[in-house]
């Protein structure tokens, strides 16, 4: 099947199939990671499988729509952060900013684990963000604004880390990542900002953070697309 080339601007009812089909992708996606199939997918938002297979002849595709939409977000806060006069509160500004969409964005760690990050353009999106965010990274140390060891592996690993939080929590204690986030800023020797503070979960909340048993997700693939 062929595709449409990229730079060809969809109809606006063609548009429309097209962020339905990647909304509810992105919902399913959170609630059951990888174990989806685009007949599933088609039947969730209520449209024809071929409507689905015209805009994403294959699963991979639309997972890849779904990471392009999320780097560039992410390069827009990077490039929004570095107009920041100050080094250490652009970099602040693109750690916080960047949290609260990874806090929102259960879908993203199943769509960064299976993006064909290694291909073109989004190899080209991937190291662009990089280049964006050592730089954050660089300017802050250079101007004393973090600590010293500061490097932009740090920006990565705190993300993961509000996410781990942000995903065990968002039923519980929807702003939990927050407080945890301005402890990290903190460690990495950013100056404290005035800011809405969050108490720390009482134990019943926490009790109900533990993992529970549940069944292994299966790889992502299309099988079982063919069944009707």
Request: net charge negative; no cysteine; hydrophobic share 45%.
């Amino acid at each position: 099947m062929s595709r449409e080339p990229q730079h060809r601007p969809l109809r606006a009812d063609a548009e429309r199939n097209r962020q339905l089909i990647m909304r509810t992708a992105d919902r399913m996606i959170a609630e059951r990671g990888s174990a989806v199939t685009l007949n599933e997918i088609a039947r969730e938002a209520g449209i024809g499988v071929g409507t689905v297979y015209r805009r994403f002849p294959d699963l991979q595709m639309l997972i890849d729509a779904l990471f392009t939409e999320r780097f560039t977000a992410f390069l827009q806060l990077a490039k929004a952060a570095e107009r920041h006069a100050d080094p250490g509160q652009a970099l602040r500004h693109y750690l916080l900013e960047a949290a609260r969409w990874r806090a929102d964005d259960r879908a993203l760690d199943v769509i960064l684990g299976n993006a064909s990050i290694d291909t073109e353009p989004i190899a080209g999106m991937r190291d662009e963000l990089g280049r964006h965010v050592d730089g954050l990274a660089e300017r802050a140390v250079a101007a004393g604004a973090v600590r010293e060891d500061f490097a932009s592996a740090d920006v990565y690993a705190y993300l993961y880390m509000i996410g781990a939080v942000a995903d065990r929590t968002h039923v519980v204690a929807p702003d939990a990542w927050r407080r945890y986030a301005e402890v990290l800023l903190l460690g990495f020797g950013l100056e404290r900002e005035p800011a809405q503070h969050t108490s720390p979960m009482d134990d019943a909340q926490l009790r109900r953070t533990w993992p529970g048993p549940g069944p292994a997700p299966r790889p992502l693939g299309d099988a079982g697309q063919g069944d009707a």
